[in-house]
C-alpha cells in the first residue's frame, strides 16, 4: 500500500514537469528549479532539447546543472543574464494566496535568486503541497557560518524555533558555503510578521518564503494535471 501511494505521488510529480515545460519555447532562457518534483521537468527539457528545442538555462543548485548537463542542456551562469523568460520550481508548500515554502532541497537563496530575475514564474507540485495555511513545513532560513550561533539565538528569542539542518551528522552546508536553519511553527503563521522579523535579523541571508512571486500553478492530481493562474 506504502509503494503504490508513493507511486502514485511520483506519477503526479512527473506529469507536472511534463506539463510545465509546455510553456519553455525556442529563444528562452529558462530557470531550472531544484528537488524531486523539478527533476521530471529537467528530464523532459532534455528531451525536448535533444529533439531540436533552442534554449539556454540556468540552474538552481549544482545537482541540478549537473542533470542538465548531462542531459546536454546548454547551461549560463546567472551573472551572464540580466532576466530570465520564465523559471519553473517545485514547491514544499502554497496557500491559496500563493504564499510558498521552499528550501526543502537546500536551494532556497539560488532559487529565489533565479525566480526574481524571471517575467514568469510557474511552480509545479503535487497536490499534497495545497494547504489552507502555510506554517507546517518547517520554513528553511540561509545564514552566515560566522557567528551561526549567535544568529540561532537570536531567532530561537523571537520564538521561531529553529533548528540547525545536518546531513550525514554533520551540519548541512549549502551550495553557496553557508548554513541552514528550520523554523518549526505550525500553521496558520502570520507571514508578514514572520518577514519583518527574518529581515531584521543579522545572519539571516535568505529564507523559504516566496510569497506570491508566481504568475500560476500547475498541480497534479489524482484527476490529471490542473493549472491555477494568479491574477
Not at 83 to 107: R, W
Not at 151 to 156: D, E, F, I, V
Request: proline share 3%.
Amino acid at each position: 500500500m506504502i509503494t503504490m501511494v508513493k507511486d502514485m505521488q511520483e506519477n503526479k510529480k512527473k506529469i507536472v514537469g511534463i506539463k510545465a515545460a509546455e510553456y519553455i519555447k525556442d529563444g528562452m532562457i529558462v530557470g531550472l528549479g531544484t528537488g524531486s518534483t523539478a527533476k521530471y521537468l529537467v528530464e523532459r527539457v532534455g528531451e525536448l532539447v535533444k529533439d531540436g528545442l533552442k534554449i539556454q538555462a540556468v540552474a538552481t543548485s549544482k545537482a541540478t546543472e549537473e542533470q542538465a548537463r548531462e542531459l546536454g542542456i546548454p547551461l549560463l551562469d546567472v551573472n551572464e543574464v540580466e532576466y530570465l523568460d520564465i523559471a519553473i520550481d517545485g514547491v514544499d508548500e502554497i496557500d491559496k494566496d500563493f504564499n510558498a515554502t521552499k528550501g526543502g532541497g537546500g536551494a532556497l537563496f539560488r532559487e529565489k535568486i533565479v525566480a526574481s530575475l524571471s517575467k514568469e514564474v510557474i511552480w509545479i507540485m503535487d497536490d499534497s503541497k495545497l494547504v489552507d495555511a502555510i506554517g507546517d513545513f518547517p520554513l528553511p532560513v540561509e545564514i552566515l557560518p560566522y557567528g551561526y550561533k549567535v544568529t540561532l539565538k537570536r531567532l530561537k528569542d523571537l520564538g521561531l524555533n529553529p533548528v540547525m539542518r545536518l546531513k550525514n551528522n554533520e551540519l548541512y552546508v549549502t551550495d553557496n558555503g553557508n548554513y541552514i536553519a528550520d523554523l518549526h511553527m505550525s500553521a496558520p503563521v502570520d507571514v508578514k510578521d514572520i518577514k519583518e522579523k527574518l529581515d531584521n535579523t543579522v545572519g539571516v541571508l535568505e529564507t523559504g518564503q516566496f510569497l506570491n512571486m508566481c504568475n500560476r500553478i500547475i498541480v497534479g492530481t489524482d484527476d490529471g494535471v490542473k493549472i491555477f493562474e494568479n491574477k
